[in-house]
């Protein structure tokens, strides 16, 4: 049976260009997923594994979260549906509930993925300042349009030779942008404002654009005074700040991570956690940029437009999570924040013992396991010090064990409120078993 869906699904994914939906997903060892439900997967054999992957993050509440499915189940029997004409009572309630709770949101518009919030975002802080250029982060994740494909984890032999203060050679990400999109992108490394003012005091940066925490190379974290001296930069050259909170958003809290960092962005997307695994995003901030949306003057409309913009499933999926955060969020984060402690705990001590030297970084719910001495400070900071072979055997070794983290180097592990202290130990149980495997 198991063998027979293997064969069928390896005949039919010939039809997939690049074999996987999302070209990030390709895995090794390969596992045929089949099934997910609370903190666990389970692959074609019925074998479980404890999930810290979760979808590339959106499941703060674990998988089939019944609230969430309860509340998408009653939006489709209600005859909620995509009309797309006028404003939705379902699109205002939740406009309302995210500008009570994201301090950086006065006014809002709803996406259906991330990268769409980030395209719109980087278009509105064009319009807003009548410039073009973008500054992006080494090691920064923003979705998958051309503005932002540049240096994400360039090898150590590429950022070797980069001096801090300086801005990055730009190295693209993906084949197809065109050449053109180079003049109006410039990439520096995360934690360093003296890159950040040699690029913004040319006084031609529409915005910079940042995962507050860089979230999609681990947890990297930013230095005191990093943020806040960003906010004080674009200030004083007229930049957009867009905190760019996809990852870090909701998993980390109801206000977002800028509620935490007390830095509030002029613009800010959101995404995954908003609506537990349900395709949503957000783009929103100051009402005097957001307001471009419906401006008079057609040179000076930016146009925010989706088919599927607020769909109710999503909305509703949204609702049911924001309205769970809002009421209990004390609980919600207080819960999450101590599996994460219990987690950090028992891997330092997995770790304490060896003859190499390991950090762990969490934040709440996120975590990564670094084999460095230190916790990395930006993305050169792991090019060059990081063992990427331990970091790959480990989370290999792991992966055969029944625990999933994804299997590439740095990826960010999430815990879910589906998380219980038995799936936890159990973990901390086979990090010790494999650890002991590891050279
Ligand atoms: C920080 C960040 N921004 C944007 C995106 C893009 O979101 P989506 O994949 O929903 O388009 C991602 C996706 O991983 C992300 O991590």
Redesign the pocket.
């Known amino acids: 049976m198991a063998e027979d869906l293997r064969n069928t699904v390896e005949r039919q994914s010939q039809y997939i260009a690049g074999g996987t939906m999302s070209l990030n997903r390709a895995i090794n060892p390969s596992k045929l997923f089949v099934r997910a439900k609370g903190a666990y997967l389970y692959d074609v054999d019925g074998k479980e594994y404890i999930d810290y992957h979760a979808g ?1 993050a959106p499941y703060l509440f674990g998988h089939g979260d019944p609230e969430v499915d309860e509340a998408v189940i009653e939006a489709i029997r209600s005859g909620a549906s995509l009309i797309g004409a006028g404003t939705m009572p379902w699109e205002a309630e939740i406009s309302e509930l995210l500008v009570e709770s994201v301090p950086g949101i006065e006014q809002l518009q709803l996406t259906s ?4 919030a ?1 395209g719109y975002a980087l278009r509105l802080a064009r319009a807003h300042t009548g410039r073009d250029v973008v500054v992006v982060m080494q090691g920064g ?4 349009f051309d503005y932002v494909s540049y240096n994400l984890m360039d090898p150590a032999s590429f950022v070797e030779p980069h001096k801090p203060g300086e801005e990055y050679p730009l190295s693209v990400t993906t084949a197809g942008v065109p050449k053109v999109i180079d003049e109006v992108v410039r990439a520096i490394e995360y934690n360093d404002l003296e890159a950040a003012e040699r690029a913004l005091a040319k006084g031609d940066v529409a915005a910079i654009i940042l ?1 507050p925490i860089l ?2 190379i681990g947890i990297v974290k930013p230095l005191p005074g990093y943020l806040e001296g960003l906010r004080a930069l674009c200030d004083k050259y007229g930049t957009v700040l867009i905190f ?1 909170e ?2 870090t958003g909701f998993r980390h809290a109801l206000g977002g991570y800028q509620s935490l960092c007390g830095v509030t962005p002029d613009l800010c ?1 959101f ?2 956690a908003v609506a537990n695994g349900y395709p949503m ?1 957000v783009i929103g901030g100051k009402r005097e940029i957001m307001k471009l949306c419906s401006d008079p003057s057609p040179e000076k409309r930016v146009a925010v437009a989706g088919t599927y913009n607020g769909h109710p499933v999503n909305v509703a999926a949204a609702k049911a999570c924001l309205t769970r955060l809002k009421t209990r969020e004390t609980e919600v984060y207080g819960e999450l924040e101590r599996l994460g402690a219990r987690l950090e705990t028992g891997l330092k001590q997995v770790f304490e013992t060896r003859n190499y030297a390991t950090s762990i970084v969490r934040q709440g719910s996120a975590f990564a396991v670094y084999f460095m001495d230190h916790a990395p400070v930006n993305w050169r900071d792991i090019a060059l010090n990081h063992d990427a072979q331990r970091d790959i055997a480990f989370r290999r070794a792991l992966i055969e064990e029944g625990v999933f983290q994804f299997p590439v180097i740095t990826k960010q592990g999430s815990i879910s409120l589906a998380h219980t202290d038995a799936d936890i130990d159990r973990t901390i149980e086979l990090a010790e078993k494999v650890v002991s495997t590891l050279t």
């Open positions: 590339f993925t991330g990268s769409e980030v994740y923003n979705g998958c995962e979230q999609n760019d996809v990852k997307t995404g995954k995003g």
